[in-house]
């Protein structure tokens, strides 16, 4: 089997040739320490979800549009600096205060402190939608027949869209905000439906082009709604306001053949895998143990109804190879064997994580796989 045809028969709970091999990406600050401790400088790493030579990860593929970037941007513009400190407007028109000590290549230590957010009422909203015309020539990528033409008979799977991308409450925060977009249910429901219907129109406008064109193979829902303890939107907000506009975009795709639809949310979020189900998402990942997702519990419980991918603590590879033979003989065979599982580590490998760790536990992975 190659990359593709194995990933669509875990997908389909099929038998593969052997499991898919894939990871999340690295901190650059991972890859400083790295480097320290002997990982060639001369090979390519990259962003390991598209898969790596070096380390032997299957390929994956991800179309670039361009979904959530304000077209045009916001100036960028800094406030306020001193040894320690940036406040500053970004492209997408937050304000945040970041901390210089720790940056690599532009990746910070920890994250910023979040000022203001575009989004503040109905009338800036209106002024934000002038930044979302799903048909400006830059949400897609230049040259777009090359793309289709490069595409096409290709060996490994493709996503519709970037990692990260495309999710109805994430654009919400970005736009107002965690705590607004949380309130606003409450505050002013009339204005979260009508956000949610532009959202929803805005990908029916800019999507049908890329389902025409390309034979993708799965889409994936970035939200990041829920934290260690819970979702951050209960059940009920859940159903009322963004079940039903779920539901029209898994929809659509499914009419255009994406059968395999996925969910990306750090936290515990499993008082709403039931909704999940409902609103036609097969695979959730990346099932932060931290936060007290069990993949073995959530596999018990929904079978069939729901592919995983995650799932391994990545505060286990960074406590040696007795935690790491551990972590993966805990849950990994069985899921392997029950069918539909893609393991990984549950976020990005962060700097805490040695280079021998990491390579053991590929070794340990690719002996499971």
Same mark, same amino acid.
């Given at each position: 089997m190659n990359a593709r045809q194995r990933f669509l028969a875990i997908m389909r709970f099929e038998q593969p040739d052997?499991?898919?091999?894939?990871?999340?990406?690295?901190?650059?600050?991972?890859?400083?320490?790295?480097?320290?401790?002997?990982?060639?400088?001369? +090979?390519?790493i990259g962003d390991l979800m598209l898969g790596n030579e070096f380390f032997g990860l299957d390929r994956m593929g991800y179309l670039q549009l361009a979904p959530v970037t304000p077209m045009p941007e916001f100036e960028e513009e800094i406030f306020e600096e001193d040894d320690q400190y940036i406040v500053m407007r970004h492209a997408n028109g937050i304000v945040t205060?970041?901390?210089?000590?720790?940056?690599?290549?532009?990746?910070?230590?920890?994250?910023?402190?979040?000022?203001?957010?575009? +989004?503040?009422?109905?009338?800036?909203?209106?002024e934000m939608k002038k930044r979302f015309n799903p048909h400006s020539p830059r949400r897609y990528p230049p040259w777009w027949e090359d793309t289709c033409r490069c595409l096409r008979g290709r060996d490994y799977p493709l996503a519709l869209t970037p990692n990260g991308a495309f999710g109805l409450y994430s654009l919400l925060r970005a736009w107002m905000g965690t705590e607004n977009a949380c309130t606003v249910f409450y505050d002013d429901p009339a204005l979260a439906h009508d956000m949610l219907d532009f959202m929803v129109d805005y990908f029916f406008e800019l999507i049908p082009r890329a389902l025409e064109d390309v034979d993708a193979d799965y889409f994936n829902f970035f939200e990041d709604f829920a934290y260690n303890a819970g979702p951050l939107i209960g059940p009920n907000i859940f159903r009322k306001f963004l079940l039903p506009r779920y539901k029209k975009i898994t929809g659509l795709l499914r009419s255009k053949g994406i059968q395999h639809i996925w969910l990306d949310s750090d936290g515990n979020t499993e008082v709403l895998i039931p909704l999940f189900i409902e609103a036609g998402i097969t695979t959730h990942w990346p099932l932060e143990r931290a936060s007290n997702m069990d993949p073995l519990k959530i596999r018990q419980t929904y079978g069939r109804d729901l592919c995983?991918?995650?799932?391994?603590?990545?505060?286990?590879?960074?406590?040696?190879?007795?935690?790491?033979?551990?972590?993966?003989?805990?849950? +990994?065979?069985?899921?392997?064997?029950?069918?539909?599982?893609?393991?990984?580590v549950d976020h990005a490998v962060p700097p805490d994580v040695s280079y021998e760790n990491f390579l053991y536990y590929l070794e340990l992975k690719k002996k499971l796989l």
């Open positions: 052997r499991g898919y091999n894939w990871e999340l990406p690295l901190w650059e600050q991972t890859f400083d320490r790295w480097y320290k401790e002997g990982m060639p400088r001369d +090979v390519h205060r970041l901390l210089k000590e720790g940056m690599s290549r532009g990746m910070r230590m920890s994250m910023d402190q979040y000022l203001s957010f575009p +989004v503040t009422d109905r009338t800036s909203f209106n995983l991918a995650g799932g391994i603590d990545k505060r286990a590879l960074a406590k040696g190879k007795r935690a790491i033979e551990e972590e993966l003989y805990h849950h +990994v065979p069985q899921l392997l064997e029950s069918g539909g599982y893609i393991p990984t």
